[in-house]
């Protein structure tokens, strides 16, 4: 299984960048996908994630109304629209897979399995 991450730089705030994520080696439309990022030194945390049928999505309460989740399961790729990027938003982003889970979830040991991470930095 291979998830690799892409779309990061370097964006002025209010910005707008476009992660996708794409899949090899899975049923793609078997799974959850989330997004998570991470910053030195710290754990990383949920930002958003989306159902194995697109219909269900869930964000964390910093990205509300800023990000878009959002996934094609012809292309096995599922995407992150961040709009009105803030400089907390810098973070080494990740995407990954938890198959089949029953919630769309925000818990980290829930997927199975994870990429690589882009970094997105958001200058002031």
């Known amino acids: 299984v291979q998830l690799q991450a892409s779309g990061g730089g370097v964006v002025q705030t209010g910005g707008s960048l476009r992660l996708s994520c794409a899949a090899s080696?899975?049923?793609?439309?078997?799974?959850?996908m989330g997004w998570f990022r991470q910053t030195p030194g710290k754990e990383r945390r949920f930002v958003a994630a989306i159902s194995y049928g697109g219909g269900i999505t869930n964000y964390a309460d910093s990205v509300k109304g800023r990000f878009t989740i959002s996934r094609d399961n012809a292309k096995n790729t599922v995407y992150l629209q961040m709009d009105s990027l803030k400089p907390e938003d810098t973070a080494v982003y990740y995407c990954?897979?938890?198959?089949?889970?029953?919630?769309?979830?925000?818990?980290?040991?829930?997927?199975?399995?994870w990429g690589q991470g882009t970094q997105v930095t958001v200058s002031s």
């Open positions: 080696g899975l049923t793609f439309s078997s799974y959850n």
């Open positions: 990954a897979a938890d198959y089949r889970g029953m919630v769309v979830t925000s818990q980290m040991e829930e997927y199975d399995y």
